[in-house]
């Protein structure tokens, strides 16, 4: 994100928030050791680790039930998918008015 905005000529000196509800995973990210389990993120946790080390990003856990992200990486039951619809102000431009 950082590289993109500086290509778009908008100066950011705070650190990146990356918001997450996954404690294991921020865990993972700022101690990697090595699991079974972890051998697929293997470049991924170093990459955050060392920007995590650098000051460039700072990880906030996010409760599951406040992870707005979830409507675009998840299936969701539909009373979800509609409280977020609604948190991200989308309106559904097909429904007859």
């Known amino acids: 994100m950082k590289i993109i905005l500086d290509d778009l000529k908008v100066k950011v000196d705070n650190p990146v928030q990356l918001y997450c509800d996954n404690k294991s995973a921020m865990s993972i990210a700022h101690k990697p050791v090595q699991h079974d389990r972890t051998k697929h ?57």
């Open 41 to 97: 993120i293997e470049i991924d946790k170093h990459f955050i680790k060392d920007n995590l080390d650098r000051g460039f990003v700072i990880t906030t856990h996010v409760p599951t039930e406040l992870q707005i992200a979830d409507i675009f990486t998840k299936g969701l039951p539909q009373g979800r998918f509609q409280d977020l619809v609604g948190k991200l102000g989308m309106i559904d431009i097909h429904l007859p008015t």
